[in-house]
Nanobody
Framework: QVQLVESGGGLVQPGGSLRLSCAAS????????MGWFRQAPGKEREGVSC????????VYAPAVRGRSTISRDNDKKMTFLRINDMTPEDPAVYYC?????????WGQGTQVTVSA
């Protein structure tokens, strides 16, 4: 059974940085695209970033492009998302996802709050 567990959420000051982690168990990451999504209260879930399984190609949503980095460690079954220069638009529950086409597996999410 595949399980994804996010960590690293919490309170961040505006302008600060955050590194989220996603630990996978039950299956290796090698053949899966890994992605990060977020959902703020009253809003639909949106894609933040993803990284391919083959060539490590990355995609970023315009809202975080240029200030975030997604990475993966297949040997450790870990995926990471770092966001710099956090803004009041970044607070949300951040979810890790894994898939080969559609997103097959999802984590439970980790809460991110931005406040001074």
């Amino acid at each position: 059974q595949v399980q994804l567990v996010e960590s690293g959420g919490g309170l961040v000051q505006p302008g600060g940085s955050l590194r989220l982690s996603c630990a996978a168990s039950g299956v290796g990451l090698n053949y899966y695209t890994m992605g990060w999504f977020r959902q703020a209260p009253g809003k639909e879930r949106e894609g933040v970033s993803c990284i391919s399984s083959t060539d490590g190609r990355t995609v970023y949503a315009p809202a975080v492009r240029g200030r975030s980095t997604i990475s993966r460690d297949n040997d450790k079954k870990m995926t990471f998302l770092r966001i710099n220069d956090m803004t009041p638009e970044d607070p949300a529950v951040y979810y890790c996802a894994q898939g080969k086409g559609p997103w097959d597996y999802w984590g439970q999410g980790t809460q991110v709050t931005v406040s001074a």
